[in-house]
């Protein structure tokens, strides 16, 4: 599963050709969550409110990028590395 972003001790993936609706894969100290496009959590959890919230954050800064890597996902196609929170 392709590393499209890493901060903060938070790593972001995303699956090729994955289910709908779009969503990223995010690690932190060693517990997994998923995220919608819109910062929900899909299933899992992280443990920490502020990595949650980072990520929430990230996700808002980025959700046109994060629809253009989804789609380049549906079709095998090599995802685009989006910049970390800063």
Known sequence: MPE???FFG???RMYFDDHAPPHIHVEYQGQKAV???GGDIRHGALGSRTAIRLVQDWIALHV???HADWELA???R????ISPLE
């Open 4 to 6: 499209i972003s890493r």
């Open 10 to 12: 938070i790593v972001v």
């Open 35 to 37: 995220f919608d496009f």
């Open 64 to 66: 046109d990028e994060l």
């Open 74 to 76: 549906q079709n095998g």
């Open 78 to 81: 090599e995802l685009k590395s």
